[in-house]
């Protein structure tokens, strides 16, 4: 018995992908057998569905069936083929391809709602990602409230641990509004859309994950009427600004918690009668509290305190603060740790105030996200627009440590499959962030030394960064064909090294880093503005000829990862204006097949 049917085809699946509820799927088999067949049946179960429908039979052996479903939910789907005397089971193979078996993994079918919309701004688009204390400084001189603060010219080392070996993220660098307005054309000129902030609020900390007052900007980092300059600035430029919505912690150090008596506040850490005592989760009071992975300085907030959100998702809140300034997005830290019903209400205030993007991290397949025994709604039309998509990230880089191009295909697929498509378009399909070693350090193949002292110390060899920067040209090329919105960590652009964090967070090279890598970004860049509408489409991705496709209705990216040259046809690369007969090892170009 041989079943054909491939969930990743038209011919046998329609639409692809995740469906609307109310949305008619249609599906298509076929069978090869020379038995007697009397009947197909296509089981549909979720955890609050179940159901069986037969198949029609047509000729040539095949089946169909055409059903929908009315409630958003993650539903899974097999098939049963039916002899006179034998039940065959139909799974798939881990590509979308059916196979007979039994305990065979089943097809996801995504059901999202209706009339889940996304903002149009952002797809296509391109976000640059920066830590603020480290992009940019224009200043007179660095004014630090900040108690044991420690404060380093642009080109000092950056502190991973004091004297005792204890990390307090205390060393500030200064990177301030300013700074990033002076660079505004700069991000303009490498085709940037949006920047994603990590945390600007005020806080003790260099990395702000510790917020101490959500309504104020650091001091450090500018002033309220500099923030609303930038809005202005970069909306002159086609450039709208993302915040980080710390939104399952804040600082012990903060209006809030207030440990450290030093905000004009009654804290939790201060009085079980503060009006923020119920936010926390005391173990013994007041030193035992619950706090972010153990992380004494973020106490978490407890998962219904009714009072934190409305702070922030009620009128006058935070989310309506700085969305009525002109901020365009929230992107929500550690959004599996704060409830469903919390980022309903998150994405509830932010779409009172037009089309406000809200991401999620999320390090995993988002659509089948299970955290604190529950299975997340995230894009399910009720929750997030998109996500990050660190499944592609690691898609990429595994593809190019081991050239299966196979296996990448199916990575990206899997994805696509389970995402509605307007989360994927929502989402940052990103290659390095603050929580990850620096991506030219990840493809340059180096193993890390054993220490961090040493790790910190270390640079790569010139043989080794070349390696990296030829392969990064590639990956980036990769990211920036395939769905979603490209985003590039601040840096990764002009090849800043550096290993985990904080040692990935050094200052953005003042002498403009290596001009060759930020010429392919640029070119890439402008590029991606150019075709901005195809790369809001739809994708295809094959091998041709050993050579790795990824199709953007008619605009390809061509890419050799075997170890051959291989001859093409000549055609004109648009990055390089140049024309190309043949691919060595990861060269590639970029053609337009509807202009040939």
């Known amino acids: 018995m041989k079943v054909i049917y491939n969930s990743r085809d038209l011919n046998f699946k329609k639409p692809f992908g995740a469906v609307k509820t109310g949305q008619k799927v249609f599906i298509k088999l076929k069978l090869q057998t020379m038995k007697e067949v009397t009947g197909v049946s296509l089981f549909l179960r979720s955890d609050s569905y179940k159901n069986k429908f037969s198949l029609t039979p047509l000729k040539n052996k095949e089946y169909s069936l055409e059903f929908s479903v009315d409630d958003p939910e993650i539903y899974y789907y097999r098939f049963e083929v039916y002899t006179h005397n034998k039940t065959y089971y139909v799974g798939h193979n881990g590509q979308g391809i059916a196979i007979v078996g039994e305990w065979l993994p089943e097809w996801q079918l995504t059901v999202y709602d209706k009339n889940f919309a996304t903002p149009e701004w952002l797809k296509g688009g391109l976000i640059y990602h920066i830590f603020p204390d480290r992009f940019a400084r224009v200043s007179d001189g660095i004014k630090v409230e900040k108690e044991n603060a420690i404060i380093r010219s642009w080109y000092q080392e950056l502190s991973i641990q004091d004297a005792e070996g204890k990390y307090f993220a205390n060393d500030f660098y200064g990177g301030n509004i300013k700074g990033v307005i002076s660079k505004l054309e700069y991000l303009r000129d490498l085709g940037v859309s949006a920047i994603y902030f990590s945390p600007i609020f005020k806080s003790s900390s260099n990395h702000r994950y510790d917020t101490g007052d959500y309504f104020e900007i650091d001091p450090l980092f500018g002033t309220e009427e500099e923030f609303k300059l930038l809005l202005k600035e970069a909306k002159k430029l086609g450039i709208e600004i993302i915040l980080d919505g710390v939104f399952n912690h804040t600082g012990a150090d903060s209006v809030y918690f207030n440990k450290f008596g030093n905000y004009n506040s009654v804290g939790a850490y201060q009085s079980t009668f503060s009006e923020y005592y119920d936010w926390y989760t005391f173990y013994n009071y007041p030193n035992d509290y619950h706090c972010w992975w153990g992380v004494t300085v973020c106490p978490t907030i407890s998962r219904n305190a009714k009072g934190f959100q409305d702070m922030i998702a009620g009128p006058g809140g935070v989310i309506e603060k ?81 050239g299966d191009m196979q296996s990448f295909i199916n990575q990206v697929y899997t994805i ?45 060899s010139d043989i080794d960064y070349e390696r990296g920067r030829k392969l990064l040209r590639v990956a980036s090329l990769i990211q920036y064909f395939l769905p979603g919105v490209a985003t590039v960590y601040y840096g990764d652009e002009v090849g800043v090294e550096g290993f985990e964090d904080p040692i990935n967070r050094r200052p953005f090279p003042k002498t403009g880093g290596d001009k060759i890598l930020l010429a392919h970004y640029q070119s890439l860049g402008k590029m991606r503005k150019q075709y901005r509408e195809k790369f809001k489409g739809k994708f295809k991705i094959n091998i041709e000829n050993d050579i790795l496709v990824i199709d953007r209705e ?32 990861y060269d590639f170009i970029v053609v337009d097949s509807l202009m040939l």
């Open 554 to 585: 008619g605009l390809k990216a061509m890419v050799n990862l075997s170890q051959e040259t291989i001859r093409i046809k000549p055609q004109e690369d648009i990055l390089s204006k140049k024309v190309v007969s043949k691919l060595n090892r």
């Open 416 to 460: 696509a499959e389970n995402y509605p498509k307007e989360a994927l378009d929502c989402s940052m399909t990103l290659l390095g962030t603050h929580d990850t070693v620096r991506i030219i350090n990840v493809l340059s193949g180096v193993i890390p030394p054993a220490t961090k002292k040493e790790r910190l110390a270390y640079r790569l």
């Open 322 to 402: 700085w969305s009525l300034m002109g901020v365009k997005g929230w992107r929500l830290d550690v959004v599996d740790e704060i409830s469903d019903a919390f980022v309903e209400k998150i994405r509830e205030r932010s779409k009172k105030h037009g089309d406000v993007v809200v991401i999620g991290e999320v390090w995993e397949d988002a659509s089948t996200k299970i955290s604190y025994d529950e299975k997340r709604k995230y894009l399910l039309g009720k929750e997030l627009d998109g996500v990050m998509n660190y499944p592609y990230k690691e898609a990429i880089i595994d593809l190019l440590k081991t």
